[in-house]
């Protein structure tokens, strides 16, 4: 090795470790808006606080039996009204927001519930969306790693005699014309 490849070697790794502490400081950054936004998200999302509230969040999650795309809360058909005073006698009795929708899936079926379950086929509809969007950013992140590359070419000691061949072969090495 050489005197000037041995006093490149600290000066070319300085900008490497400004890369990788930009590169770290990006990922703490990101991961510092995500820690906001679950902070954000579980915070907001308490449940009714008086028992209107609650019989009203209820109504919304189902539909109504005999209309086509409202709830039981927009509804004004007789079923409406009735499934609605039952949500209100039901919370009065102490039943909790599943036991209520349990029994009123088992007396018109599971099509009045407007936010699947979160188990078995159904499941999949609170999944595929997360799972694709993990998908969809580790390509993002496979593809600008790629697009990125790595960084101008050096040339060997082996490629600098290659290119001294050639040049000799030329005879007045001016390598074209």
Same mark, same amino acid.
């Given at each position: 090795?050489?005197?000037?490849?041995?006093?490149? #070697? =600290?000066a070319?790794?300085?900008?490497?470790a400004?890369?990788? $502490?930009?590169?770290?400081?990006g990922?703490?950054?990101?991961?510092?808006?995500l820690?906001?936004a679950?902070v954000?998200?579980?915070? #907001?999302?308490?449940?009714?606080?008086t028992?209107?509230? $609650?019989?009203?969040? !209820?109504?919304?999650? *189902?539909?109504c039996?005999?209309? @086509?795309g409202?709830?039981?809360?927009?509804?004004?058909? @007789?079923?409406?009204?009735?499934?609605?005073?039952? +949500?209100?006698?039901?919370?009065?009795?102490?039943?909790?927001?599943?036991? +209520?929708r349990?029994? !009123?899936a088992?007396?018109?079926?599971?099509?009045? %519930? *407007?936010? =699947?379950?979160?188990?078995?086929?159904?499941? !999949?509809?609170?999944?595929?969306?997360?799972?694709? *969007?993990?998908?969809?950013?580790?390509? %993002?992140?496979?593809?600008?790693?790629?697009?990125? #590359? #790595?960084? =101008?070419? $050096?040339?060997?000691?082996? @490629? $600098?005699? *290659?290119?001294?061949?050639?040049r000799?072969?030329?005879?007045?090495?001016?390598?074209?014309?």
């Amino acid at each position: 090795m050489t005197a000037s490849a041995t006093a490149a #070697g =600290p000066a070319a790794a300085r900008p490497r470790a400004r890369r990788s $502490r930009a590169r770290l400081i990006g990922w703490l950054a990101m991961a510092a808006v995500l820690a906001v936004a679950l902070v954000v998200g579980v915070a #907001g999302t308490r449940g009714p606080s008086t028992p209107e509230d $609650r019989a009203r969040s !209820l109504a919304k999650s *189902l539909a109504c039996p005999v209309c @086509d795309g409202q709830s039981v809360a927009d509804s004004d058909s @007789d079923a409406a009204k009735g499934i609605r005073t039952r +949500i209100a006698e039901r919370i009065d009795q102490g039943a909790s927001d599943d036991q +209520i929708r349990g029994e !009123l899936a088992d007396a018109y079926g599971e099509k009045v %519930l *407007l936010t =699947p379950a979160s188990s078995g086929v159904s499941s !999949l509809v609170w999944t595929l969306p997360v799972v694709a *969007l993990v998908v969809a950013v580790a390509g %993002l992140a496979v593809a600008f790693r790629r697009w990125r #590359g #790595g960084g =101008p070419a $050096r040339a060997s000691d082996e @490629d $600098r005699a *290659l290119v001294a061949r050639a040049r000799g072969a030329d005879g007045d090495g001016s390598g074209g014309g």
